[in-house]
């Protein structure tokens, strides 16, 4: 049988520091108010009342807190912030002196070092903790805002990285010698075939590296820009490998102004030639479509060896989309297809619904 564990809702990562650091000093504050003397007649006296109460203000502050999670949630907005800590607070010291008041009542209830009720004593000590509370939501707040700072700084650093990694991918993938001498390779035989083919392919070898040079430092390009280096890519490709493989782009030319970022389709396709084996008695089928507001890449599958490798590249792709824009990369297969979708971005930065 496995344990029940109960996941109690966490305003920030410090909430159990905070929760000792407050509730332990407070609990110490109010029992000297009410038991006076008493509280300190001995070790067990001090022990007992310290304990109990405390173990009652951190429940007032775990209920609190679990309140204070669903109106962040619910207010989620920067403008709604004076309106949330408002409630809050509100919501927290009438909480706290409903509780804090029974509390007297039950020490007295039950005789607990001799206590007796008095108004002095629930006022001294609500006081105190509505001031407390007070505190402790702009602390929390503070902490809250910090965190997500950092988080902020560290998902910019990831992406970073990650843009970098994928940039030096794409670029090796060219650049390296192998690329480059089947591309050289290619363009030798065409210089003896065919003369105006030869020159169309430098020109198009040309774009290409003029394309990945272009953008290293570009967030976002138009799709369009990426089908214009796709085509010269598919040239290059074409001229090595014939009728091994076909390629065919179904976007329409309205959809061409959406963003994407760079080299994404080159990252597809190098990992697409990489995973499959390329003949002509069984072309390799690739179909570049927008379906339902995303862009889609569906290629037949050959595997290599009997093996497909689906992470080649395409893991740092879509860590890129998630942490540009918290959108997935979505890869499914069906069948000897596999179907790549990925979300096109509009022109102010917003993902397409």
Not at 224 to 247: C, D, I, N, Q, V
Request: proline share 3%; charged share 20%; net charge neutral.
């Amino acid at each position: 049988m496995h344990a029940l564990k109960i996941s109690l809702p966490k305003y920030t990562s410090k909430d159990g520091i905070i929760l000792l650091c407050s509730m332990l000093p407070y609990s110490i504050l109010i029992n000297s108010l009410i038991f006076k003397e008493r509280y300190f007649n001995s070790l067990l006296s001090f022990s007992a009342a310290t304990i109990l109460t405390f173990f009652i203000m951190a429940g007032v502050f775990l209920g609190c807190g679990s309140v204070a999670v669903f109106l962040r949630q619910r207010f989620s907005d920067e403008k709604f912030l004076n309106l949330r800590l408002f409630l809050t607070i509100t919501i927290f010291i009438l909480t706290s002196a409903v509780v804090l008041s029974l509390t007297l009542r039950a020490y007295e209830l039950f005789n607990f070092l001799g206590y007796g009720f008095t108004e002095k004593d629930f006022i001294q000590s609500f006081v105190w903790l509505a001031v407390l509370n007070v505190f402790l939501t702009f602390l929390n707040e503070g902490v809250s805002r910090f965190e997500k700072y950092k988080a902020t700084l560290k998902e910019t650093e990831q992406l970073k990285k990650e843009y970098r990694k994928s940039q030096l991918m794409g670029l090796k993938s060219q650049v390296n010698p192998h690329f480059l001498f089947n591309s050289l390779n290619t363009l030798s035989s065409l210089i003896y075939e065919d003369e105006d083919k030869a020159e169309r392919f430098l020109d198009e070898l040309s774009k290409v590296y003029r394309y990945l040079l272009r953008n290293d430092d570009d967030q976002l390009v138009t799709l369009e820009t990426e089908l214009a280096f796709t085509h010269s890519y598919h040239f290059l490709l074409k001229a090595r490998y014939g009728e091994g493989f076909h390629l065919v782009v179904d976007v329409p030319e309205s959809k061409t102004s959406l963003l994407l970022p760079p080299l994404t389709l080159q990252t597809i396709l190098e990992n697409i030639f990489n995973c499959n084996r390329i003949n002509k008695s069984s072309p390799l089928l690739i179909n570049i479509s927008y379906v339902e507001n995303q862009l889609e890449i569906r290629n037949s599958i050959q595997p290599k060896l009997g093996k497909y490798d689906n992470d080649l590249g395409l893991e740092n792709l879509a860590n890129r989309f998630w942490l540009s824009f918290q959108k997935s990369v979505n890869i499914n297969t069906f069948d000897n297809t596999r179907v790549i979708s990925l979300p096109l971005i509009m022109d102010k930065g917003v993902t397409v619904l």
